[in-house]
């Protein structure tokens, strides 16, 4: 018995003796990358800024190799993902990090996003609103700023489109974030909750789990789940619906997790820059368009999108919103299958905008890699 369980420890000894050596040229390997990554900055005419060399395009494509590469585990594509995002993220701040605009304050779900996108060595910098998001990234306080789009439970976010209209901002990515809601406070027991303070999309995207379990308690919306965090934290009687980041941010218990209505429940973010970024090889395009002003009558958004059917682009999303210029009059926000630098999307979008009264390439940007 002695000596099986003596073999037991020299054959455990001899895997963590690989384990170490492996470790060693994991960092050794990290090393010469990181050292790359400085040599791609020094040839960018001396800048040390990372968005003069940062390429979300290249970076894309990369983490797509290393999805296809993960075939089989043992990590997960995700886990295998985040740690690419890391070491791309870490030897791009060598210098001076990337400069992240979200819609804070800490501890939300676009704070969460931009850390999924960019890793975590980068300057996420809390904003007020989607609008003051835009203005940052448009004079330059910020490189970058992340902002919600869509959600799969709730819709759309009015306000994010409504900023294309007049903004100079490109789209430069899409994030794609699973949405868990939770529970948050310091209350002993369920019981003791009067109210629950929490954005408007995730009260909403609760609201079966709140009428069966807390049908008495006071629902109040908030400009966002970290300010009904702080709340919680700071008054009795009081919860939140949030991350479980929120929970570690502003001290409180997750009372229970997992309270969205929907399991599916996902959010869809955009990355605003001020460029529009080459092709990376699986990209989609988004445009702004309206019908021209002399058309009217039965089919005529038929008659403006029939280009996309004749050149085989496919429309993946279509979103209307009033143009601001008269009453009863739309803009349409379109995303595409595509680069729209790339045949025949190229094609397409010439014919497209030729019928049109307003036209405009938002973006063409990488789809998300999950």
Known sequence: MARKQDDND???????RRIDSIDE??????????????????????????????RPEREADVLRRVQARNDGGPL?????????REIMS?????????????LGPEGTFTQTAVFKHFGHSVRALPFHTIDEIFQEVECGAADFGVVPIENS??????NTLDMFLTSPL??????????EQHLLGNEKGLDRIERICAHEQSLAQCRGWLRENLPHVELIGMSSNAAGARRARDEQGTAAIGPAVAADVYELDVLVNNIEDRPDNATRFLVVGRELLAPSGG??????????????????????????AEHGVSMTRIESRPSRRKN???????????????APLTDALADLESRSSLFKVLGAYPKAVA
């Open 283 to 308: 990209d989609k395009t988004t445009i702004l368009v309206s019908t021209s002003n002399t058309a009217e009558g039965s089919g005529v958004l038929f008659d403006l999108l029939k280009p996309l």
């Open 170 to 179: 490109k789209i430069g990515g899409e994030i794609e974030l699973r949405i």
């Open 76 to 84: 997960r594509n995700d886990e295998m993902l985040r740690l690419f």
């Open 153 to 158: 439970t709730e819709g759309s976010v009015n």
């Open 328 to 342: 009863w009059d739309y803009v349409f926000f379109i995303d595409l299958e595509g680069h729209a630098a790339e």
């Open 25 to 54: 040229q994991i960092q050794a390997l990290i090393s010469d990358r990181a050292r790359l990554a400085q040599q791609v900055g020094q040839s960018k005419s001396g800048s040390t800024a990372a968005v003069d060399f940062y």
């Open 90 to 102: 870490a030897c791009l701040a060598q210098q001076e990090p990337l400069k992240i605009g979200f």
């Open 10 to 16: 020299t054959e455990l000894s001899e895997i963590r």
